[in-house]
């Protein structure tokens, strides 16, 4: 892990209107205090964005989008592209399992988000991980390799640090069942091979690798001390002010220790 910097990223999903978002960043803007080892993105509907750009203090939060269509303009009926968010947006969330599975896209549609995003300069957040079936059945490692290699085959070795990788197992997401310590670095030790074998080491080990699935933060602090793990994707806890803070400063904790380390 080259980059030590965390990143903690906030996933709303679709809850909150414009008003309620408002009223959270002002909350969340009071609570949290900006840290340099800490990255933390907000991921807010679509809908709530370009206002919470006008309000959010840059060097307190980045912002994400949730989702976007590939191609930059055209008629694409209800799609917002990614040439639309760049400047609005930081990074995006690609691939999530609720679009996956739920809304059925495929690798072809997240290899061209990812390049998307990068052309539009926003830095992707490829989600991957695998089901309960396909764990139960062993085939986590593969699912993971062809994840990986069906959403990273547009992008060169140079564009590589600007993606993030957010492991986030599918039986785990929004199910209130964490993952086991050992298994999220066994997965993200995949995931680094995975790179390595594409990219060569200095790529793989810039790449930052993050978990998500169901973490609050009781569980925060052991996740972050994961080795390989450089961060956390966190949806239903986020949407409480209190917790995530709780989990940004256990975030800030966690680099003061490997400094001292
Ligand atoms: C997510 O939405 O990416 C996620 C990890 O959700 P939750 O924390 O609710 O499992």
């Avoid at 709303?12 to 949290?32: C, D, F, Q, R, T």
């Avoid at 919470?52 to 269509?69: G, T």
């Avoid at 694409?76 to 400047?87: C, H, I, P, W």
């Avoid at 925060?220 to 986020?238: K, T, V």
């Amino acid at each position: 892990m080259a980059n030590q910097k965390k990143i903690i990223v906030g996933n709303w999903k679709m809850n909150l209107n414009l008003h309620e978002a408002s009223l959270y960043l002002h909350k969340l803007s009071g609570m949290v205090k900006a840290h340099r080892d800490v990255e933390v993105v907000l991921a807010p509907t679509i809908l709530t964005l370009q206002s919470l750009s006008l309000q959010v203090n840059w060097r307190q939060f980045k912002l994400a989008a949730q989702n976007f269509y590939w191609r930059d303009h055209g008629s694409f009926t209800g799609e917002v592209s990614a040439s639309q968010l760049r400047g609005i947006v930081q990074y995006a969330l690609v691939g999530h399992s609720e679009r996956r599975h739920i809304f059925n896209e495929n690798d072809k549609d997240i290899r061209n988000k990812v390049a998307a995003a990068i052309r539009n300069n926003i830095r992707p957040i490829l989600c991957i991980g695998e089901t309960a079936w396909e764990r139960a059945s062993g085939e986590t490692n593969d699912v993971l390799h062809d994840q990986l290699i069906g959403g990273l085959s547009n992008i060169t070795s140079e564009e590589l640090d600007q993606v993030v990788i957010a492991y986030e197992p599918v039986w785990s997401v929004g199910m209130n069942q964490i993952a086991k310590p050992d298994d999220v670095v066994a997965a993200a030790k995949t995931i680094r091979r995975q790179l390595e074998h594409l990219y060569g080491p200095a790529a793989a080990d810039a790449v930052q690798v993050i978990y998500g699935g169901s973490v609050t933060s009781d569980a925060a602090a052991a996740y972050l001390a994961l080795p390989g793990i450089d961060g956390l994707l966190i949806g239903g806890a986020s949407l409480d002010a209190h917790e995530f803070n709780e989990i940004v400063k256990k975030a800030h904790n966690s680099s003061l220790l490997i400094k001292e380390g």
